[in-house]
């Protein structure tokens, strides 16, 4: 017997909302002629920084020496960095956050990233398997219209995969007296869904 006809669509949904956290990942550096001068200045620096935000925890994922080479290459000290993590649960304060990191480091500070956070995604991921759903079926009527055949209930429906948080944050640069003003993007999230329609 002929398996009765079927149609699988993909539907894609996406949710998103104001971050209540906002992760900024930065890089410390100390620089001297020797090891041991580079991991004092690091030293230094990682202790300025910690001091200059009272109440943030800040995590080391990081750490490195290398040698320091001038335009002729003949090496002339080294370098010591520090990848560190802050957490902040006023994202619009990231700017002063990052000001403070400034005025207490120099320019043994580079900022990398800004990555808006949202502690719980349930809400949102529910939204978006909704959005998923709704649109795989708009797929799959379509197709049953286009082919001339009634659409029938869903055999079945799967998950592959969800994707991460949406945008980086936008950073605009504007006074320096408050630090560099942070309006951070929301944190999106999407599914995608494999759903089997009958036909007929």
């Known amino acids: 017997m002929d398996a009765p006809p079927s149609i699988v669509v993909t539907g894609t949904g996406r949710a998103s909302a104001a971050p209540d956290a906002l992760v900024v990942d930065v890089q410390l550096e100390g620089h001297g002629r020797t090891v ?5 200045a ?3 620096a990682s202790e300025a920084a ?4 009272p109440g943030h925890r800040l995590t080391t994922h990081g750490l490195g020496l290398h040698a320091r080479s001038d335009r002729d290459g003949r090496q002339v000290g080294h370098t010591a960095y520090q990848s560190v993590r802050v ?3 006023d994202p619009a304060g990231a700017g ?3 000001q403070r990191l400034g005025e207490a480091v120099g320019d043994r500070l580079t900022v990398h990233q800004l990555r808006p956070e949202i502690a719980d995604t349930t809400a ?4 978006a398997r909704a959005d998923a759903v709704a ?3 708009a797929k799959a009527e379509h197709y049953a219209r286009l082919v001339g055949m009634p659409l029938g209930p869903a055999r079945w429906v799967r998950e592959p995969g969800t994707e991460g948080p949406g945008p980086s944050p936008r950073v605009e640069m504007m006074s320096r007296a408050a630090g560099p003003p942070v309006d951070p993007a929301d944190h999106e999230v999407a599914v995608t869904v494999e759903v089997a329609w009958g036909l007929g």
Do not use: K, M, N, Y
């Open 42 to 44: 690091l030293t230094e």
């Open 96 to 98: 002063e956050l990052i």
């Open 50 to 53: 910690t001091a200059a935000l």
């Open 87 to 89: 957490r902040t649960q």
């Open 124 to 127: 949102l991921l529910e939204r």
């Open 135 to 137: 649109d795989a079926r």
């Open 36 to 40: 041991t001068a580079a991991l004092a």
